[in-house]
């Protein structure tokens, strides 16, 4: 048995695109998968085709809303009863919203899908990480972090919403609470890092319409950067499976490579102002 049959791996986002490219290629591993998306069809068909592919029988579906933070509770809930440890949490789940909507917890729905959810979700989830001898927590982030300020804007009111700014800060989010979390973990035996995958040809952004889900793709199409989802999970896939990133943490990737974020992702001081921003969205009780 390698080291990798051994791993038990959370995907969320995990019935299409990266998530599912992701998946596969951890699933021929041997790896035991807990994949986590909201399309009961789409699952049936990534377990379908990964028994094709590998034959690995160690994978689970769960059903669950993540910007829902009821359902998000209950899915750390079900994974700790039945695991007695997670290895690799990958935080791959992402949406992007041409208006403004509200979660079912009345935050604003990008903030509250992007962020929030991998938050609350990672921390939930801490005490089973920590049972893993070198767990690694992935969250996938995006180019669109640059450019944006780090004084987040979770409070958005629908006359003033620019959904490019509010996916962009939720994208910067994820690196910041990368950051703040691997100083948080300093000590365990849990690394955290972020990852961006590129301009991946994927349904990304496909719920705002036909159009929307075109620019996306003619935008990097024209920058001869549009690549496959198989392309954009590779560096996902390598941290979550390779050696050669054991003990790296507070880092954010792109091509195998770790390399710099955004001058404004490493400031330490909007890290705890997201953190405890974060917390109080949660409901958390901090202490």
Same mark, same amino acid.
């Given at each position: 048995?390698?080291?990798? /049959? ?42 379908? /085709?990964? /028994?094709?592919? &590998? ?39 992402? &949406? ?35 049972? &893993? ?155």
């Amino acid at each position: 048995m390698t080291d990798t /049959q051994e791993k038990i791996c959370l995907i969320t986002g995990a019935t299409s695109g990266i998530g599912r490219a992701t998946a596969l290629a951890l699933a021929a591993m041997g790896m035991t998968l807990i994949l986590v998306g909201r399309n009961e069809r789409k699952a049936a068909a990534v377990l379908h /085709q990964i /028994q094709g592919h &590998s034959g690995n029988a160690n994978v689970e579906f769960l059903r669950v809303d993540l910007s829902d933070q009821g359902e998000v509770r209950g899915l750390a809930a079900k994974v700790a009863k039945k695991h007695d440890r997670l290895d690799i949490l990958i935080n791959n789940a992402g &949406s992007r919203f041409d208006n403004y909507l509200e979660s079912v917890d009345g935050i604003e729905l990008t903030f509250a899908t992007n962020h929030l959810a991998a938050f609350l979700l990672t921390t939930l989830l801490l005490e089973s990480l920590k049972r &893993s001898f070198g767990a690694r927590v992935i969250t996938i982030s995006s180019g669109a972090h640059h450019g944006v300020s780090n004084r987040f804007k979770a409070y958005w009111q629908p006359g003033s919403y620019d959904r490019k700014i509010a996916y962009g800060q939720s994208k910067l989010a994820n690196v910041i609470f990368t950051y703040e979390l691997a100083r948080r973990l300093v000590g365990t035996r849990i690394t955290a890092n972020a990852v961006d995958p590129g301009g991946v040809a994927t349904n990304f952004a496909r719920n705002n319409g036909l159009l929307a889900w075109a620019k996306h793709l003619v935008y990097y199409a024209g920058k001869r950067e549009l690549i496959t989802p198989k392309q954009g999970a590779d560096t996902v896939v390598y941290l979550a499976s390779s050696p050669e990133v054991e003990g790296m943490t507070g880092q954010f990737f792109y091509k195998r490579k770790s390399i710099r974020s955004s001058e404004v992702s490493y400031d330490e001081q909007a890290g705890l102002m997201l953190w405890e921003m974060s917390e109080k969205l949660v409901n958390k009780i901090t202490g």
